[in-house]
């Protein structure tokens, strides 16, 4: 692997890294992992990780994610970017957990050297079910989706393939959030499960321009996540570069609230806890 730059040192750039950034292979989105890393640069992002959605065997999501074939090209690009960017990129990928994924799952992540593996739920059932909803906008039972989703969540964390969870509360993309006790019941065991994993969850700040309006997961979550010592990253979830480090001054103010005082750096799927920056009055707001 190309060697990288040396990582600045924490504590020196006014922002955490960008841990989730997408590229136009997964068909949705623009521009390269090189082009994200010179906007991370121009951002004032200390790294990125590149964490295209990872392809699968078995048609899973296949419209919007690299084909299993085009995988090298992806090890490809991000081996460019670690070429010729300004700033460390890490080779990363975000990964859905559904059931059976593991049958694939367990063997690819083991085969290719990934420096960080983002674990998402997108869908409930993705190939249907007679009685339980298929993707997360069905609403006919908010309720429902919000429970089934946390389940998800908490067996993502079972599998121990993944490093951090990706938006963690994502059904608030298209339904309402329930109240906090509901919020509770549901989410506390997966949070339990992700904290006994040792992994991380991430504050995607993507969120805010969905219909919740604000980052995924909400700062009661963060707190919950806080208390158990679960880890802590960030990502922009950009599909086109010019997103890359979006509203990461909010979000590195609402980790603060929600009490974490560090994020977690990663290489090679290892990590180390990095001071948040404090904010600085110029972009506190
Ligand atoms: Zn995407
Ligand atoms: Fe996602
Ligand atoms: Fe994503
Ligand atoms: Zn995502």
């Given at each position: 692997?190309?060697?990288?730059?040396?990582?600045?040192?924490?504590?020196?750039?006014?922002?955490?890294?960008?841990?989730h950034t997408h590229n136009r292979l997964?068909?949705?989105?623009?521009?390269?992992?090189?082009?994200?890393?010179?906007?991370?640069?121009?951002?004032?992002?200390?790294?990125?990780?590149?964490?295209?959605?990872?392809?699968?065997?078995?048609?899973?999501?296949?419209?919007?994610?690299?084909?299993?074939?085009?995988?090298?090209?992806?090890?490809?690009?991000?081996?460019?970017?670690?070429?010729?960017?300004?700033?460390?990129?890490?080779?990363?990928?975000?990964?859905?957990?559904?059931?059976?994924?593991?049958?694939?799952?367990?063997?690819?992540?083991?085969?290719?050297?990934?420096?960080?593996?983002?674990?998402?739920?997108?869908?409930?059932?993705?190939?249907?079910?007679?009685?339980?909803?298929?993707?997360?906008?069905?609403?006919?039972?908010?309720?429902?989706?919000?429970?089934?989703?946390?389940?998800?969540?908490?067996?993502?964390?079972?599998?121990?393939?993944?490093?951090?969870?990706?938006?963690?509360?994502?059904?608030?993309?298209?339904?309402?959030?329930?109240?906090?006790?509901?919020?509770?019941?549901?989410?506390?065991?997966?949070?339990?499960?992700?904290?006994?994993?040792?992994?991380?969850?991430?504050?995607?700040?993507?969120?805010?321009?969905?219909?919740?309006?604000e980052p995924y997961p909400s700062l009661?979550?963060?707190?919950?996540?806080?208390?158990?010592?679960?880890?802590?990253?960030?990502?922009?979830?950009?599909?086109?570069?010019?997103?890359?480090?979006?509203?990461?001054?909010?979000?590195?103010?609402?980790?603060?609230?929600a009490g974490f005082r560090t994020s977690?750096?990663?290489?090679?799927?290892?990590?180390?806890?990095?001071?948040?920056?404090?904010?600085?009055?110029?972009?506190?707001?």
């Open positions: 692997m190309a060697k990288r730059p040396d990582i600045e040192s924490p504590g020196t750039c006014a922002l955490p890294p960008d841990y997964c068909k949705h989105a623009e521009g390269l992992p090189l082009d994200y890393a010179r906007a991370a640069k121009a951002a004032g992002i200390p790294q990125i990780a590149a964490t295209d959605h990872a392809p699968t065997d078995d048609r899973f999501g296949i419209d919007h994610r690299m084909a299993l074939e085009e995988f090298e090209i992806y090890a490809e690009w991000v081996r460019d970017a670690q070429r010729l960017s300004p700033l460390p990129v890490l080779f990363g990928i975000e990964a859905d957990y559904y059931r059976g994924c593991e049958r694939f799952l367990a063997r690819f992540v083991e085969k290719y050297d990934f420096d960080l593996v983002l674990g998402s739920v997108h869908f409930l059932n993705y190939w249907g079910h007679p009685t339980e909803p298929r993707g997360l906008a069905d609403g006919c039972d908010p309720d429902l989706v919000w429970r089934l989703y946390f389940e998800r969540v908490a067996e993502l964390a079972d599998t121990r393939l993944y490093d951090v969870v990706a938006h963690l509360d994502l059904p608030k993309r298209f339904l309402p959030v329930p109240p906090t006790d509901r919020l509770r019941e549901y989410a506390l065991p997966a949070l339990d499960r992700i904290a006994a994993a040792g992994m991380a969850i991430e504050i995607n700040t993507s969120g805010a321009r969905h219909l919740a309006q009661q979550l963060l707190a919950w996540a806080r208390e158990r010592g679960i880890g802590l990253t960030f990502g922009s979830d950009a599909h086109s570069p010019n997103r890359v480090g979006d509203r990461f001054a909010e979000a590195v103010s609402l980790a603060l609230q977690r750096y990663y290489e090679c799927r290892r990590f180390r806890e990095v001071p948040l920056p404090l904010p600085s009055p110029a972009v506190d707001r």
